[in-house]
C-alpha cells in the first residue's frame, strides 16, 4: 500500500461524514475540517524539510477567498472543509480542488433540481421505494421527503459538502 492510498483510505469515511451531514442536515462538523486539516498538515510535514507553509496557505486562501467571494453563498462549514481540503491536497493541486468542486456542484445542482421537479409532483405520503420495501424504510423514506419539501419550500441551500468531497476524493484517487 502507498502512502497516497494510505491517505485515501484515512480521510474517505471523513469526506463521506460530512457529505452525509451535509445531506441529512445542512450541517457539516466541525471535526471534519478539523480531521483533514490535522492530515494535511501531516502530510506536508512528512513530504519535506520545514513548516508546510504552501499547503497552509492555499487552504487560508481557499478560506478567505471562498468567504469574501461566495457572499453568504455557502456556508461556514463548507468553507472550512474547502479550506483543510486545500491543504490536505497542497497548493499545487488547490486549483484543481476549486475547478472539480465547481464541476460537481453544477451535477449536483442540476440533481437538485430534478429532485425538486419530482418531489412536488408525489403526492405528500408517497415514497417510491420498491414494492418489497420494508415499513420501517418506507418511512425512513418518507421523513426523508418531508424534510426536503420544507427545504424546497424554505429554498434552502445546496449541501455543497457534497462537491467539495466529491472534488477532494476524486483528487486524491488519482496520482499527483
Known sequence: MTPADAI???VTPVYLGAAFCDVAARIIPDRAPVALLAVGVGVALLAGPG???GALGAGLAVFIGLAVVAGGALGGGDIKLAAASAVLLGAGRTPDLLLLTALAG?????????AR????????QRCPMPGKATGRWRHRCAVV??????????GAGLPYGVAIATAALTLLAQPS
Not at 418531508?146 to 419550500?153: D, H, L, N, S
Open 145 to 154: 421527503l418531508a424534510a426536503e419539501r420544507r427545504r424546497i419550500r424554505r
Open 106 to 114: 453544477g451535477v449536483l445542482a442540476a440533481g437538485y433540481l430534478m
Open 51 to 53: 513548516l508546510p507553509w
Open 117 to 124: 421537479a419530482v418531489l412536488r409532483r408525489l403526492p405528500a
Open 8 to 10: 485515501l483510505m484515512a
